[in-house]
């Protein structure tokens, strides 16, 4: 059974870090591509990064780029997303999908085709 659920959200000031974790079962983690999305109230949903399968490109969306980064821990079948700097426009309940067809990788298109597993997201609230 796939399951993928998220942790690591909370309160932060501005300039601070979090590191939001992505557990995933059901499947290796390492061979498919993994999204990270944010949605915060009121707005449309945003993909944030991607890893693909092993080998392949990552994708960071402009407004994270040199603030988030995006890595895998084979062992623990997750991925993480490292968050510094962090802004009060990046508060936003984040969430983690799959793409869990063998191979798969990120679509600079839209990072969200193919990503049919979802977790429940974690809320990161970045205030002073």
């Known amino acids: 059974q796939v399951q993928i659920v998220e942790s690591g959200g909370g309160l932060v000031q501005p300039g601070g870090s979090l590191r939001l974790s992505c557990a995933a079962s059901?499947?290796?983690?390492?061979?498919?591509?993994i999204g990270w999305f944010r949605q915060a109230p009121g707005k449309e949903r945003e993909g944030v990064s991607c890893?693909?399968?092993?080998?392949?490109?990552?994708y960071y969306a402009d407004s994270v780029k040199g603030r988030f980064t995006i890595s895998r821990d084979s062992a623990e079948n997750t991925v993480y997303l490292e968050m510094n700097n962090l802004k009060p426009d990046d508060t936003a309940v984040y969430y983690c999908?799959?793409?869990?067809?063998?191979?798969?990788?990120?679509?600079?298109?839209?990072?969200?085709?193919?990503?049919?597993?979802w977790g429940n997201g974690t809320l990161v609230t970045v205030s002073s």
């Open positions: 890893i693909s399968s092993i080998g392949g490109p990552t």
């Open positions: 059901g499947f290796t983690s390492d061979y498919v591509a």
């Open positions: 999908a799959a793409d869990i067809e063998y191979g798969s990788r990120c679509s600079v298109v839209d990072i969200s085709y193919g990503m049919y597993y």
